[in-house]
Structure formats: C-alpha cells, structure tokens
C-alpha cells in the first residue's frame, strides 16, 4: 500500500499503525531470501510511536498524511539513542548520537513510525552493495544480483515491500542507482533542500533523497522533509520554481555523458522506447550533446582526494579497520598529487558550464540512471584495483551532485534477464517540484514498460 492508502486505512480505522508495524516487521524477519536489508530494528521503540499514532487516529487528530507511516533510516544518517555504524568496523565504540538529524526530527514530528536502520557501504563510498560491518544486501527482484549502492538496503526493502518509505543520502547516486537497480522511485532533491549536516568532506556533494515505490509517495515525504534548518546553512536558503505541465516544457535527452562509459544494449534500447513513446504522446524532446572525455577520472581524482581528507585524522590504529578496499582508496588519495585534483576539479568545472548552457535551453533532462542493470553479486573478496573507480562504469547519476540539481529515478520495465531499469529525470537548481510533477505526469507512461 502507498502512504495515501495507508493514511486512509488508518482514518477509516481498517488499519492500525500497530498491526501495520507489527506485520512488517514479521515479514522482514521471516525473509527467506536473506535480502539482508536492515542493520538495526528496535520493535519496542517502533511499536511504542505506533501506539501513539493509533491513539490520534482514535481520537481523530492525525498530524498528517506521514502519521503512522513506517520508514525506515539509512545507516549515515543520525537517530537519537541508535548506534551510527556506516556500514563500517572501524565505529563500533563510536557514542551513539545524542540527537536526532533534522530529516529524522522532521520524520517525527510528521508522527511517521521510525522502526529501523538500513544497510549502506561502507561511509557510502561506493555503489556496490555489501559492507564489512554486516555482510551483503541481495536485490530482491533477483537475489543473486546487486542491490546497488550505498542506499542499498533502503532500496531493496521498499523494492520488496516493507514499508512506502525510506530515507536515504546521495553523494554520486547513491539514492537513484539502487533505485533503478532495484525498480523503485529514488528521488534525490535540490542540494539542501533536506538539511543534510554535519558537514564532511563531501558535504558539497551530499544530498539527503528518499526511496518510494512511487513518485506520489516521494511528493509527500519531500513535503515534511524539505524545512530549512540551523545546521545547516544551505537548507535556509530554499527557492522554488512553478511548475508547468509537462507538454509545455523543453525537455533534452542524452544517453552519453562519459564518453567512455558503455552502455548495455537493454538500457539503451529501452532509453530509446521511452523517448518514442513520449513523442507520441506530444512531448517537445530534443538532444542534447553532454559526452566527455575521460570524466569518470576526473571525478575519480576528486574523490580519492576527498577520502583521503575523510580519514586522515583518524588514528592508525582505527583507520586500519576500515576495509580493505576503502583502505586502498585512501592510499590512493594519500599520494595523489595536487595537479591531478586540480585538474580534476577544472574538469568537472567546465562540465558543470555546459550543462548550465544545456538548462538555458531546456527545462527537464532525461537520461538512463545507471548504463547496465544490477550486476551479478561478486565474492566480496574479488574488488581488484580496475574495479575501485566505481563512476568508470555509472556516469549518469554523479554529474548532477556536483551541480546540486534534483533528479529522480523512475522505474521502466525490465532487461531481457528480468532486472530493473531506471530512467533519470533532473530538473533545474530548486525546480524540485517541476520535477516531481512531471515524473508524476509521465508515470502512467513509463508504467506501461512493466
């Protein structure tokens, strides 16, 4: 059921926030599949904001449309009185934080049921979807495939159906590549349109994103998360746009940005279907040239840089149990050379120019999410050097946390194998709601590719 459905159960008193809760929670622990979604469930707690959610339907006094709605929360983002893990070893005596982060605050005081923690690779470095602290998060489309990453657990357990909700981050893509891998609604919004603190080395690049099934449910969890806040400065400074109907918009489409990158014959044919049926329908398409050379190095350089910055104040000691491949990162960000970022940083520089000169031109930018669907899961053991640059392979989702635009990633249909497709949709800086509106528009569309 979506949040509206539930919202209405709820009112009408066919359903219970608790029953609904207490349902959930059976299902995910009696998954046979080993979807392995979830790093922290604490019942009594979720059980406890369940109770009082009944009692205000009872006396007719909801908070509104997210009272009673279970969601769940990524294992970056900090809950008050849960352990913060990230995915990683090296935080097991971290204190547990004494505060809730403004989307989980917001998530409160909207009377949603918060009843868990979600799987996500380690610090969120990477797309793949297994960390060291609990082991690999499976695609419940396919289980022997990838969730993707680093939201991964928050994509696989809404993929499955536990639960319309889930609060996920976006560095590079990491709330729109496991939606499209897993087949759900991955939307990531205007940079500090979510108050994200604290601030790290990636603070720049860091969007807070939610998974739904679909792009309605998105529209009412923007609503409650999207509040600025003190922590974070970029949050007090919200603009908007009005939003038109989509056949009134300029819409571009490119299906390269990389211009390395290669793109599975599924994605691009079904990319291409899309934009077929979309021109049927009267939509205005055009492309538009955004191909690089050598973009996922350039973004590379930046990032091992930023990794390196990360962990270089942690002690030895704790620095060494991150995991190994992480680790190798840093070493890699420890001796790249200032020349190499800054020629990585000119690069995205300069990429950032043409697509601002793309959005003086058009005002929606349809892209596939990911250029392949979820791979097959590897031993965690087999990450060999060529595998680190994870962008070398994903080049349609990081360009567009380096310009803080919005950007949602839809579900249309499957591969030949069965396994999901995503289709991108970014929107100009703050027109979130141009972009929510227009994937909500087109969603009856990309529904007939399922």
């Not at 009412?220 to 400074?237: E, I, N, Q, R, T």
Request: aromatic letters at 8%.
């Amino acid at each position: 059921m979506n949040i509206d459905q539930l919202h209405q159960a709820f009112s009408r008193r066919e359903l219970s926030p608790v029953t609904v809760l207490e349902t959930l929670l059976d299902e995910i622990e009696a998954d046979k599949q080993d979807i392995n979604a979830f790093v922290l469930i604490d019942r009594e707690v979720a059980l406890e904001q369940a109770r009082a959610s009944e009692q205000r339907f009872a006396n007719g006094t909801p908070i509104g449309p997210l009272d009673g709605i279970p969601v769940s929360v990524k294992d970056m983002i900090a809950v008050r009185g849960w352990p913060n893990r990230r995915g990683s070893r090296a935080t097991e005596h971290d204190p547990l934080p004494a505060q809730d982060a403004p989307s989980v605050a917001a998530l409160r005081a909207a009377g949603a049921v918060i009843f868990g923690k979600t799987t996500s690779t380690e610090f969120g470095w990477t797309i793949m979807s297994s960390n060291p602290h609990t082991g690999v998060t499976r695609n419940p489309v396919n289980p022997l495939h990838s969730a993707g990453g680093s939201s991964s657990g928050a994509a696989a357990h809404v993929a499955k159906g536990w639960g319309p909700l889930a609060l996920g981050s976006d560095a590079g893509g990491s709330v729109r590549i496991p939606a499209a891998l897993c087949g759900v609604v991955g939307f990531k919004p205007t940079y500090g349109a979510i108050p994200s603190p604290p601030l790290s080395a990636f603070a720049d690049f860091a969007h807070q994103g939610v998974i739904t099934r679909t792009v309605a449910d998105a529209q009412v969890a923007f609503a409650s998360l999207s509040k600025g806040h003190y922590s974070d400065p970029c949050s007090l400074f919200q603009r908007s746009f009005e939003s038109r109907p989509g056949k009134y918009l300029k819409i571009g489409w490119c299906d390269r940005i990389d211009a390395d990158d290669v793109i599975d014959a599924s994605v691009d044919q079904r990319f291409q279907e899309v934009r077929e049926k979309l021109s049927e329908q009267g939509y205005w398409l055009e492309r538009v040239n955004l191909k690089t050379e050598g973009f996922a190095h350039s973004i590379w350089a930046v990032w091992v840089a930023r990794i390196f910055e990360s962990f270089q104040s942690w002690p030895d000691e704790k620095r060494q149990l991150l995991d190994s491949a992480l680790l190798r990162v840093y070493d890699e960000g420890a001796a790249i050379d200032t020349a190499s970022v800054s020629a990585g940083r000119t690069a995205l520089r300069d990429f950032h120019n043409r697509l601002n000169a793309v959005f003086g031109e058009v005002d929606i930018l349809l892209t596939p999410t990911t250029s392949a669907p979820a791979p097959q899961l590897p031993d965690a053991s087999a990450c060999t050097q060529t595998d680190l640059n994870w962008f070398a392979g994903n080049s349609f989702a990081f360009p567009f946390n380096m310009s803080h635009q919005p950007g949602i990633s839809m579900p249309v249909g499957t591969s030949s194998e069965g396994l999901p497709i995503g289709l991108q949709i970014v929107g100009r800086k703050y027109a979130d709601q141009q972009v929510l509106s227009f994937s909500a528009e087109i969603e009856p569309i990309l529904n007939l590719f399922t």
